[in-house]
Every structure is written in C-alpha cells, then in structure tokens.
T-cell receptor, first 111, second 114 residues
C-alpha cells in the first residue's frame, strides 16, 4: 500500500461545476497537508496549506482534512476552464521531513 | 510566480554522462529540497539541504548528490546517468527551519537521457 493514494482520473466537468478531489493516506504521523496545482510542463504551485484536521477556505477553494479517517479533500466551486490542470495532494510529518505526494488527478473543465 | 528559479529548463544527456542542475531559492528561505517527477507520477523526494547540510534523503542511490551554498542556492548532481533518470527535476524552497512545509517550487528542469 502506498503512503498516499490519489485517483489519477482524468476528471472532466463542465464550467461552473463543483469539483471534489480526494486523497487517502496511511501514515498517522502526517501533520501538514497541502494541495498543489500543476499545469503542463510547469512546476507545482501551492494552492492550500492546512495543519492538522479541519477546513480551510480561500476564494473558490476549500481544503478539508479528516485525520481520523486519514482522508483529505479539495473542493473547487464554480470551476473555470483555467482550473484545468493536474492537482497533487502532498503531506508531511513536519519540519525537516519530506513532502510525500499523491500521483495527481488530472482535471479538465470545459466551457 | 514563486521566487524559486531553476536552470537549465531543458537538458539532453547521453547515458553514462554526468549532469548538474541549479536552483536559486526564494529570498529568506534557507531550506532547499529536490524532487524527481517521472511522467504521470507525483514528485519523489530526493534530498533536502538546510543551512548547507544535507538533513534528509529519499530512496535514491549515492550517484545523486547535492550542495547548498552560503547564499542558499543549491545544485543537484547526477553521475552515471541512466535512461530511467529522464524526468522533471524540481527544486523547492521553504521557510527558515520549516523544511517540508509550505514548500514553493521552481518551474523544473526537464532532463532527457538518451
């Protein structure tokens, strides 16, 4: 079992849809949870950063962490064609520890 | 755009050769990490440098080595290149003493080994 599991998709939605992206993990030592967006042939861009359990909202994006279930989610409201990218979840045990990434989910939003 | 810059952006090397990739970290960041991203995969941690010392390493062989300089810029060196080393190499910098959290990535160097 991989430490971080993420459905690679692809996921195709119409413009304006609500998108739900998810990751599960097995290592209970993870404390920091991140979502990155990666456009084709570019480096990952940090979207959301959450410490421990709970929700965090930033504009159209909401990140949720449920440590009891070892499950994290990213919701995108009112999706736009510019949201078409690969979304990577990442997590770490804290300072001085590496980021462990999921495989990424490819999202396509059609206008 | 992050303040993390990598050079070169693309590189083609022959199997058995050596390569050096470079990274300038974001201002104020003293922790630099390197990741390898194969096509269709998430980034895999290679190693991390904090204040010029290696302080974490992933499951990569010793032919992957690195340096961090007093200005916190960094190099990744790969010796005896293999075809499977073809990938996007990513550098990430993070806040002082907070390695592994809120890491900001450069645009990557795409290495092709033929």
């Amino acid at each position: 079992q991989k430490e971080v599991e993420q459905d690679p998709g692809p996921l195709s939605v119409p413009e304006g849809a609500i998108v739900s992206l998810n990751c599960t993990y097995s290592n209970s030592a993870f404390q920091y949870f991140m979502w990155y967006r990666q456009y084709s042939r570019k480096g990952p861009e940090l979207l959301m950063y959450t410490y421990s359990s709970g929700n965090k909202e930033d504009g159209r994006f909401t990140a949720q962490v449920d440590k009891s279930s070892k499950y994290i989610s990213l919701f995108i409201r009112d999706s736009q064609p510019s949201d078409s990218a690969t979304y990577l979840c990442a997590m770490s045990g804290g300072a001085g520890t590496a980021l462990i990434f999921g495989k990424g989910t490819t999202l396509s939003v059609s206008s | 755009e992050t303040g993390v810059t990598q050079s070169p952006t693309h590189l083609i090397k022959t199997r058995g050769q050596q390569v050096t990739l470079r990274c300038s970290s974001q201002s104020g960041h003293n922790t630099v990490s390197w990741y390898q991203q194969a096509l269709g995969q998430g980034p895999q941690f290679i190693f991390q440098y904090y204040r010029e010392e290696e302080n974490g390493r992933g499951n990569f062989p010793p032919r992957f080595s690195g340096l961090q300089f007093p200005n916190y810029s960094s190099e990744l060196n790969v010796n005896a290149l293999e075809l499977d080393d073809s990938a996007l190499y990513l550098c990430a910098s993070s806040f002082p003493g907070q390695g592994g959290t809120e890491a900001f990535f450069g645009q990557g160097t795409r290495l092709t080994v033929v």
